[in-house]
């Protein structure tokens, strides 16, 4: 793999990271209802999911999409299910008063699944894999360390530039210490998640 078409690579991923889309919004939420460990739980399974959409592509997602298309909609819908009833836990959620909760291990396994379905659910992810992907990369001559340097590029674009997010949320929540700003806390989590779901149920 090229430098030049590495840097290209780096470029597409990080304008599709930048871009609003269920990633940024599950990432919020998270962040701002769970603090920045358990945001950062949440980059990591976006980039997860990245990665298994990487390995995919180079043994074919493009076949692998056409003839399982129906498979690629199970799975569109069922991340957009599992946020949306996040969203709604987080809605009926009682307010916690003076100092941040804490956050169990439960709770870490399932952040790190909202951003895992959120990526594999997400069409703009599954539309550059299929379509733009192939653009930048020989699929014909692809070794390990091209997939290792693959990975590492979407490591740093994705998961930077979801990290960031993480933080900006993260910050804002220590803002809310007191019970009414807790419920509007939970009340704005639960909303973005919602709306998260429902953008990737509609979506097309």
Do not use: H
């Not at 889309?21 to 209802?33: D, K, Q, T, W």
């Not at 804490?102 to 951003?115: K, P």
């Not at 590029?153 to 210490?177: C, D, E, H, N, Q």
């Amino acid at each position: 793999m090229t430098i030049t078409a590495s840097i290209s690579l780096f470029i597409a991923m990080l304008i599709v990271a930048v871009s609003p889309g269920p990633g940024i919004f599950a990432v919020v939420a998270r962040s701002i209802s769970s603090g920045l460990s358990q945001g950062l739980v949440t980059v990591v399974g976006i980039v997860f999911g990245d990665y298994v959409f990487i390995v995919l592509s180079l043994y074919g997602l493009s076949a692998l999409a056409q003839s399982m298309g129906d498979l690629f909609l199970v799975i569109k819908y069922a991340g957009a299910a599992y946020l949306c009833w996040l969203g709604w836990q987080m809605l009926k959620a009682k307010p916690i008063d003076a100092k941040l909760p804490e956050v169990n291990a439960v709770s870490t396994l399932r952040n790190f699944m909202t951003g895992l379905l959120t990526t594999l659910s997400n069409p703009k992810a599954i539309l550059f894999y299929v379509s733009f992907f192939p653009a930048f990369i020989d699929m014909q001559s692809v070794s390990i360390l091209d997939a290792g340097i693959i990975m590492a590029i979407a490591s740093i674009a994705v998961g930077g530039v979801m990290a960031a997010y993480a933080y900006a949320a993260s910050r804002a929540r220590k803002l809310f210490t007191n019970t009414k700003a807790n419920r509007a806390l939970n009340i704005t989590a639960g909303g973005i998640m919602l709306g998260s779901g429902t953008l990737l149920a509609i979506k097309n």
